[in-house]
């Protein structure tokens, strides 16, 4: 069983940055852990994930070059550092464990942390 926690989310404005962070307790070492998020009214979307065994990571088109995903093994935590924010990218974000590497998909995740809302105003 793997627990997800994240932190890290609040306000900021346009141009700034976050950063969150998902502390994993259980089994996570070939897991693949994302990122995703959801706006009120919209579906929940990947916005970047990793495998906890590789360092290759997979963004949606729409955070690359601002989003950038890590990890700390020794820690078990996941991060999102997120850097030139924008009004668009507020959402609620959650941390999430699956077994299928190199997706955005949320069917191939299987387990879901409680989110962190970011909001970032204009």
């Known amino acids: 069983q793997v627990q997800l926690v994240e932190s890290g989310g609040g306000s900021v404005q346009a141009g700034g940055s976050l950063r969150l962070s998902c502390a994993a307790s259980g089994y996570t070492y070939n897991t693949a852990m994302a990122w995703f998020r959801q706006a009120p009214g919209k579906e929940r979307e990947g916005v970047a994930a990793m495998s906890m065994r590789s360092y290759m990571p997979t963004y949606a088109d729409s955070v690359k070059g601002r989003f950038t995903i890590s990890r700390d093994n020794a820690r078990n935590t996941l991060y999102l550092q997120m850097d030139s924010l924008k009004p668009e990218d507020t959402a609620m974000y959650y941390c999430?464990?699956?077994?299928?590497?190199?997706?955005?998909?949320?069917?191939?995740?299987?387990?879901w942390g409680q989110g962190t809302q970011v909001t970032v105003s204009s």
């Open positions: 999430a464990a699956g077994d299928t590497f190199f997706t955005l998909a949320v069917r191939h995740y299987n387990y």
